[in-house]
């Protein structure tokens, strides 16, 4: 398997937009999700198969995936939206995460 | 509503053995795949185990292989992991999750669309 590779943290004013990126050397071949955790909570899945969210999720989140790196939108972002982020995808059989970004709301 | 909820965490000593369980509802267990995620404290998420639907296909994480076995009871709607020979690095918030699968446009789809609340396993003498 390979690894995931997320910035260790992200910052961004209210109103503004927010991309986090997940790159690795076989990305492009396989799906990504994304998952947010709150401080305390269990992950919440907001983007999968690269760009679809779950019912549910706010129309600010988005995401795509091109050659090695995915990344997640947050347009408009929002408070509530500070939280670790996570990407997610698979290889060979074998489930892969990457390390997490913060994101935090200035 | 999908429901899952774990149980068996706790302290345990170097080397001991603790089981898991996660009991499901909401949904047709015996339809889906399932996985157990980790995490470390203040640490990223780690995928651990995942079991097919029938139970006859598991595949684990290089550092738990021979040392934890994934196992699910369809008619008990229950999903579990038997973890032995515990390391301090093994100590973790443990999730159980349900997982999606698709193989489309030639790219595999596999996520973990809930999650259970966790389980703290503390391995420490």
């Known amino acids: 398997s390979y690894d995931l590779t997320q910035p260790p943290s992200v910052s961004v004013s209210p109103g503004q937009t927010a991309s986090i990126t997940c790159s690795g050397d076989?990305?492009?071949?396989?799906?990504v999700s994304w998952y947010q955790q709150k401080a305390g909570q269990s992950p919440v899945v907001v983007i999968y198969?690269?760009?679809k969210r779950p019912s549910g999720i706010p129309e600010r989140f988005s995401g795509s995936n091109s050659g090695n790196t995915a990344t997640l939108t947050i347009s408009g972002t929002q408070a509530m939206d500070e939280a670790d982020y996570y990407c997610?995808?698979?290889?060979?059989?074998?489930?892969?995460f990457g390390g997490g970004t913060k994101l935090t709301v200035l | 509503e999908v429901q899952l909820v774990e149980s068996g965490g706790g302290l345990v000593q170097p080397g001991g053995s603790l089981r898991l369980s996660c009991a499901a509802s909401?949904?047709?267990?015996?339809?889906?795949?399932m996985s157990w995620v980790r995490q470390a404290p203040g640490k990223g998420l780690e995928w651990v185990a995942n079991?097919?639907?029938?139970?006859?296909?598991?595949s684990y994480v290089d550092s738990v292989r021979g040392r934890f076995t994934i196992s699910k009871d369809n008619a008990k709607n229950s999903l579990f992991l038997q973890m032995n020979s515990l390391r301090p690095e093994d100590t973790a918030v443990f999730y159980c999750?349900?997982?999606?699968?698709?193989?489309?446009?030639?790219?595999?789809?596999?996520?973990?669309?809930?999650w259970g609340q966790g389980t703290l396993v503390t391995v420490s003498s």
């Open positions: 997610q995808s698979w290889d060979s059989g074998t489930g892969l």
């Open positions: 198969q690269d760009n």
């Open positions: 999750a349900r997982v999606e699968r698709a193989f489309t446009y030639g790219r595999h789809l596999h996520y973990f669309d809930y």
């Open positions: 079991i097919r639907q029938d139970g006859n296909e598991k």
């Open positions: 909401g949904f047709t267990f015996r339809d889906y795949w």
């Open positions: 076989k990305l492009g071949n396989e799906y």
